[in-house]
């Protein structure tokens, strides 16, 4: 898990384990990746969920499909969706290089190297599953002790639809935001994944530094 609490960005040669090639992990490196995971994972599943509702929409005034069908695609389509999605952004994110940073995959047995293995979809969906059961069971939590005992609260009041149903809108998605930043720091990042972990590296390959002799060779003769 990694150490510091701090939000700022170090340089890329901030050294983990004595390994100048390395990055420590911060909640400001963790903001940047939560981010770039989640807002295009938020914005192509609503608009397939907006999809997926004109079509079940389609099928059904036309008699194409019976209710029966329709009515769990149409209240479980948008997981799936979801789900799929954030596979797909999970493989894109996981060798995105960022401004001050990049990540990559490197060996879990060797802990000196710093080259990047492949991100390949067996690796990225052992990513994707830590990352998805992990929020969903911190999500379950979530409901019991915050979500619900909110909704009873908010129940006092009798407010209408219309602020129940956006309040508890913002309240679900900046506690699922929240979650999946965490996740992403505590879980994630700096963690041994199988024969692999996530880690931060500078944002590109150094070429090693040339000594002076070899940099400016006598001359001959």
Same mark, same amino acid.
């Given at each position: 898990?990694?150490?510091?609490? $701090?939000?700022?960005? *170090? $340089? ?14 911060? %909640? ?22 907006? !999809? ?6 389609? !099928? ?16 479980? #389509? ?28 490197? $060996? $879990? ?15 990225? !969906? ?28 908010? #129940?006092?009041?009798?407010? +209408?639809? %219309? ?22 720091? +505590? ?6 994944? #199988? ?7 500078? *944002? ?6 040339? +000594? *002076? ?6 001359? !001959? #003769?």
């Amino acid at each position: 898990m990694p150490e510091s609490l $701090s939000f700022a960005t *170090p $340089s890329p040669t901030a050294s983990r384990g004595g390994l100048n090639d390395y990055i420590q992990a911060n %909640l400001g490196h963790a903001l940047r990746i939560w981010w770039a995971y989640f807002w295009p994972t938020t914005l192509i599943t609503f608009l397939l969920g907006i !999809l997926l509702g004109i079509v079940v929409r389609v !099928l059904y005034e036309n008699v194409i499909l019976p209710g029966t069908i329709l009515i769990p695609v149409s209240r479980y #389509g948008g997981y799936l969706i979801n789900y799929v999605v954030a596979l797909f952004i999970m493989r894109y994110i996981l060798g995105k290089k960022f401004r001050h940073f990049r990540l990559a995959l490197v $060996s $879990s047995a060797d802990f000196a190297s710093t080259a990047a293995l492949p991100v390949t979809w067996q690796r990225a !969906l052992r990513v994707w599953w830590i990352f998805t059961w992990r929020t969903l069971v911190y999500g379950i939590l979530a409901f019991a002790f915050v979500l619900y005992p909110m909704g009873m609260f908010v #129940g006092l009041f009798r407010p +209408s639809p %219309l602020f129940t149903t956006v309040f508890f809108f913002l309240l679900g998605t900046a506690i699922g935001g929240a979650l999946s930043l965490f996740v992403i720091y +505590s879980n994630i990042l700096e963690e041994d994944i #199988g024969d692999f972990r996530v880690v931060l590296l500078p *944002p590109s390959e150094q070429a090693p530094a040339q +000594s *002076p002799l070899a940099a400016s060779p006598a001359p !001959l #003769g």
